[in-house]
């Protein structure tokens, strides 16, 4: 590769010279998905090809995580770039001849790609490392889709020895098109918490409601009830997501059962209507308790906080992809209530989150969808912008 004062057309020309075999590892995962903390598979491939590369990496962080080193020239600090390895369980429609050979299992979110575009990222750093002020911790993670990858990695210590300075991630978009780029100042993604109820009435006979005591109405009252948290108990200016995402209950059309349970996610980018909807959503528990004579077992776990990006981070990193390829390449986007475990990495250091434009021309794919085909040019678009980001970093 050529001297770091060239930096561009070196990333560039270094890119274009592995993209093919980048393609190709991304479709072997793809042909074989594995869901959160079963990156077996996968993390293998990452190891071989970060032994091809010469970079020393140790294996089982967190579970399947796998965590690789590349260290600079001169002394400086530690970059953390991370990447998601696991599937989703959807059974894949789109025909492809390298599609998901697992029933059930579908990599719908494009984590093959972020997998790919990481392993692309290594081995231009690796011929920068000479010119590097500071060393680079690469990191595949496991089970980002359960939101549990990175505490796991955490906990095995991913962000010590050495000890991590700033953190960059990265995400496809297929709401962009690619060879584009996203940013978002502040509060970037949101904090997502899990609430599971259980109503606890009296089962009996449909014919005869009086005789017992119905979960299931009490069931769709309050799953009215928890709108109001996002109608009436927050400012319309804050953004905040109430969603039930499954009810069950009852085994007959003429039993009221015993139980009935609810599992949803609430989803916010402002730590004081975390609070305020969590009292809220208690509350209600209570009295649909006290009006509608059930028990009423609430579940309500904090899950990753909010995702903000550092403001010197941001505006180091968005100049580094500018100088890549061009100013207009890179435009700022609004907040999503998805939500990312890279928070918890950016909890801890100054980090960013950069989106990478994905989407085909001609198609309106959405993740998490079973016909999800993003465009794979967004593998080498994603390992120039992050090298660059990197390298610039470490100067």
Not at 118 to 123: E, H, Q, W
Not at 148 to 161: L, T, W
Not at 200 to 205: A, I, L, Q, W
């Given at each position: 590769m050529r001297l770091i004062n060239d930096t561009d057309a070196a990333i560039r020309e270094a890119t274009a010279a592995i993209e093919a075999r980048l393609i190709a590892v991304r479709r072997d995962i793809h042909a074989h998905p594995e869901l959160a903390f079963e990156e077996v598979r996968t993390a293998g491939i990452v190891a071989a090809e970060l032994d091809r590369l010469g970079i020393p990496h140790e294996d089982g962080i967190g579970g399947t995580g796998v965590v690789g080193m590349i260290r600079g020239g001169r002394p400086g600090?530690?970059?953390?770039?991370?990447?998601?390895?696991?599937?989703?369980?959807?059974?894949?429609?789109?025909?492809?001849?390298?599609?998901?050979?697992?029933?059930?299992?579908?990599?719908?979110?494009?984590?093959?790609?972020?997998?790919?575009?990481?392993?692309?990222?290594?081995?231009?750093?690796?011929?920068?490392?000479?010119?590097?002020?500071?060393?680079?911790?690469?990191?595949?993670?496991?089970?980002?889709?359960?939101?549990?990858?990175?505490?796991?990695?955490?906990?095995?210590?991913?962000?010590?020895?050495?000890?991590?300075?700033?953190?960059?991630?990265?995400?496809?978009?297929?709401?962009?098109?690619?060879?584009?780029?996203?940013?978002?100042?502040?509060?970037?993604?949101?904090?997502?918490?899990?609430?599971?109820?259980?109503?606890?009435?009296?089962?009996?006979?449909?014919?005869?409601?009086?005789?017992?005591?119905?979960?299931?109405?009490?069931?769709?009252?309050?799953i009215s009830q928890l709108q109001t948290v996002v109608s009436r108990e927050t400012g319309a200016l804050h953004p905040i997501v109430v969603t039930i995402g499954a009810i069950h209950g009852g085994s007959a059309r003429n039993i009221i059962p015993d139980t009935c349970s609810l599992s949803g996610t609430v989803r916010t980018l402002h730590d004081p209507v975390r609070d305020r909807a969590e009292a809220a959503i208690r509350r209600l528990c209570e009295g649909i308790s006290t009006g509608m004579r059930v028990g009423c077992d609430l579940s309500y776990v904090r899950g990753v906080p909010v995702l903000r990006n550092d403001a010197q981070m941001l505006e180091r990193s968005v100049a580094a992809v500018r100088r890549q390829f061009g100013e207009a390449a890179v435009t700022e986007r609004t907040p999503s209530l998805g939500a990312e475990d890279f928070a918890l990495m950016a909890a801890r250091v100054p980090s960013f989150h950069l989106r990478v434009g994905s989407s085909q021309p001609g198609r309106q794919d959405k993740l998490h969808n079973s016909g999800y085909q993003p465009d794979e040019a967004c593998i080498g678009y994603g390992v120039q912008a992050l090298a660059r980001a990197a390298a610039d970093l470490l100067q």
């Open positions: 600090p530690v970059v953390a770039i991370r990447a998601d390895m696991d599937a989703l369980p959807i059974h894949e429609e789109t025909g492809l001849g390298f599609a998901s050979g697992t029933a059930g299992k579908m990599h719908a979110c494009g984590h093959d790609v972020h997998t790919a575009t990481l392993l692309g990222v290594a081995a231009l750093l690796k011929d920068l490392a000479p010119s590097l002020a500071g060393s680079v911790k690469l990191v595949f993670q496991p089970a980002e889709e359960t939101l549990s990858g990175m505490a796991a990695m955490i906990e095995d210590g991913v962000m010590d020895n050495p000890s991590v300075d700033y953190a960059l991630g990265f995400h496809n978009h297929p709401d962009m098109p690619v060879g584009t780029f996203g940013y978002v100042p502040g509060a970037s993604l949101a904090a997502s918490d899990a609430i599971d109820i259980v109503l606890r009435g009296k089962s009996g006979h449909a014919a005869h409601p009086e005789g017992a005591v119905d979960p299931i109405v009490a069931a769709a009252t309050l």
